[in-house]
């Protein structure tokens, strides 16, 4: 005999699909992380990430415009940084006149309804490439909260919306939360990269900005891919020092990590699905070995079934552009 229970009768059609469906991405979910270049018009693909463009800010204020349109409210903006430009003391990271804190104005000026957030960790304006201070081939912690103090007031003071520090030093959720509502800047959120692995899907978006290590690794201060617990020491001292949302980095291989802290915090989650997980899609699409289209909403579904409450991702662009209500 046959069981009575027939799971497929809840398969049978679209519309039943429809209703029992159990998770929905939608753009209000995503941030789409940019990339800015200094100058005036100017354009250039990065290579490892086909479709993804460093703008500079007059461009990259169109993008931002066309993205509103289509329903993506939330941008990531990281700076391309020149050579010249870059020092052991990130000095231009806080400085008001670089074009990376001038084009945050900017944005915030021409569209207030933005929700624009911004990274902390000295990498992209560091002759180290390290996201931290270098002292004797060490990555020294407390001198470089001094440093992303002044980062960030420098990027609070544009007016942005939310910090992203990226940098995984000990204690700098609380040092930068203290800093903010010493200098009146309360109302400026923090989403700390909670567990930031160190990953071997970064390269992409180290091509982007030649923001690549110019020695070592960065795994004195990124977690280890084998941990798991260690996830829930970063994740409660990030809640005790103030943060308002906890990340998950990289997505994919992480999505059990993604879990762990949906289901240990009250705090809301999001996950960064990063460059090299874009390009892995993008590549296999190219040769014509994925569909890449049926791909990407696959891989963002899972990261929200996962306990994303909201998904870091290069695809929010092109996903928002096919969204239907
Ligand atoms: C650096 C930073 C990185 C990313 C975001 N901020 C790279 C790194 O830690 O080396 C990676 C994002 C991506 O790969 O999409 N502070």
Known sequence: MLN????????????IRAMVEETIVTPNDLIFPLFLLDGKNQKTEVASMPGIFRLST????KEIESC?????????????VEDQHKDKFATKSYDPKFFYLQAL???KKQFPEACVMTDVAMDPY??????GLVKDGKIVNDETLEILGRMALAQAETGIDILGPSDMMDGRVGYLRNILD?????????MSYTAKYASGFYNPFRDALDSAPKFGDKKTYQMNPANRTEALIEAQLDTEEGADFLMVKPALAYLDIIRLLKDNSQ????????????????AAAQRGWLDGDRAMKETLLSIKRAGADIILTYFAKEFA???KH
Do not use: C, W
């Open 68 to 80: 509103l349109k289509l329903g993506i409210r939330a941008f990531d903006i990281f700076p391309a």
């Open 4 to 15: 009575t229970r027939r799971p497929r009768r809840n398969r049978k059609s679209e519309a």
């Open 58 to 61: 007059d461009l990259m204020l």
């Open 321 to 323: 552009a096919g969204f």
């Open 105 to 107: 104005r900017e944005v």
């Open 182 to 190: 010493q200098n009146g800047f309360t109302e400026v959120s923090i």
């Open 126 to 131: 560091s002759s180290d490439g390290h996201d």
């Open 267 to 282: 705090l809301p989650i999001s996950a960064y699905n990063v460059s090299g997980e874009y390009s892995m899609i993008k």
